[in-house]
């Protein structure tokens, strides 16, 4: 009786494998398979653009990492700002990462953002800002995009939500959202820290360095070639792992 049964079982299961190498053979699951055996690709994020279209107004080696969060600024570089702080050029990813230096006692000046039509850096107090529209912010869980026309600014928010402001409005925004935009950061980089001292256990070679920001951390794995294979979260993750140890 048992083996009636196992021969049935195995029976079943050649009968299935057959099915589906008919269903092979016909071009029905080839899509499939094409597509199963292909690598994921990385969905592209509305902020980012390639780096040699990415301005850079920071000097230094790590001057293509927020100087607050260390994230690559060209990733973010629709968001980004700048501005003088102590006679120095600091870039950063967003409006929240501005704000934070403001909180800190910061004072910046020369103020400017990226048109996100031009991918140029503008005066920050003659743009057109878009705040909370669908497409993602950059730190903060309400967007906040920046035009140096205010017809490009009202035919964003039409397309993609939002309201029209000024520079004040996105600030007062910032720093009224700042507590609970900097729990989620807080939250997120905490998880990728974990990931950062796996990845940094298994791929990286090791350093007794001690480094004052997730940036400073950046430039040394890539220019001491510390670590294999490293994509941008891997690197940004290991950065974080390496300033909070």
């Given at each position: 009786?048992?083996?009636?049964?196992?021969?049935?079982?195995?029976?079943?299961?050649?009968i299935s494998v057959?099915?589906?190498?008919?269903?092979?053979?016909?071009?029905?699951?080839?899509?499939?398979?094409?597509?199963?055996?292909?690598?994921?690709?990385?969905?592209?994020?509305?902020?980012?653009?390639?780096?040699?279209?990415?301005?850079?107004?920071?000097?230094?080696?790590?001057?293509?990492?927020?100087?607050?969060?260390?994230?690559?600024?060209?990733?973010?570089?629709?968001?980004?700002?700048a501005a003088t702080?102590?006679?120095?050029?600091?870039?950063?990813?967003?409006?929240?990462?501005?704000?934070?230096?403001?909180?800190?006692g910061a004072k910046?000046?020369?103020?400017?953002?990226?048109?996100?039509?031009?991918?140029?850096?503008?005066?920050?107090?003659?743009?057109?800002?878009?705040?909370?529209?669908?497409?993602?912010?950059?730190?903060?869980?309400?967007?906040?995009?920046?035009?140096?026309?205010?017809?490009?600014?009202?035919?964003?928010?039409?397309?993609?939500?939002?309201?029209?402001?000024?520079?004040?409005?996105?600030?007062?925004?910032?720093?009224?959202?700042?507590?609970?935009?900097?729990?989620?950061?807080?939250?997120?980089?905490?998880?990728?820290?974990?990931?950062?001292?796996?990845?940094?256990?298994?791929?990286?070679?090791?350093?007794?360095?001690?480094?004052?920001?997730?940036?400073?951390?950046?430039?040394?794995?890539?220019?001491?070639?510390?670590?294999?294979?490293?994509?941008?979260?891997?690197?940004?993750?290991?950065?974080?792992?390496?300033?909070?140890?």
């Amino acid at each position: 009786m048992k083996k009636t049964h196992i021969a049935l079982l195995i029976l079943g299961a050649l009968i299935s494998v057959s099915q589906a190498e008919m269903k092979c053979a016909s071009g029905k699951c080839g899509a499939a398979m094409k597509q199963a055996s292909q690598p994921k690709k990385m969905m592209k994020m509305f902020q980012s653009v390639p780096k040699e279209k990415a301005i850079l107004l920071q000097k230094g080696e790590a001057k293509a990492f927020c100087p607050k969060c260390g994230m690559t600024l060209p990733m973010f570089y629709k968001t980004n700002h700048a501005a003088t702080v102590n006679g120095k050029v600091k870039q950063y990813c967003s409006i929240h990462c501005l704000a934070e230096d403001m909180q800190k006692g910061a004072k910046p000046t020369d103020i400017q953002v990226v048109d996100v039509a031009t991918l140029k850096f503008i005066p920050a107090n003659k743009a057109f800002y878009v705040l909370g529209s669908h497409k993602k912010g950059t730190m903060t869980m309400v967007s906040k995009y920046a035009f140096g026309s205010k017809a490009d600014a009202e035919d964003f928010a039409k397309a993609n939500g939002g309201k029209v402001t000024d520079f004040k409005g996105v600030l007062d925004a910032a720093k009224a959202e700042f507590e609970q935009d900097s729990k989620m950061i807080a939250k997120k980089q905490a998880m990728m820290a974990k990931r950062g001292a796996v990845l940094y256990a298994n791929k990286c070679q090791k350093t007794e360095e001690k480094f004052a920001s997730t940036a400073e951390a950046k430039t040394y794995v890539v220019s001491h070639k510390l670590c294999d294979g490293l994509n941008g979260k891997q690197l940004q993750a290991v950065g974080l792992y390496l300033h909070q140890k």
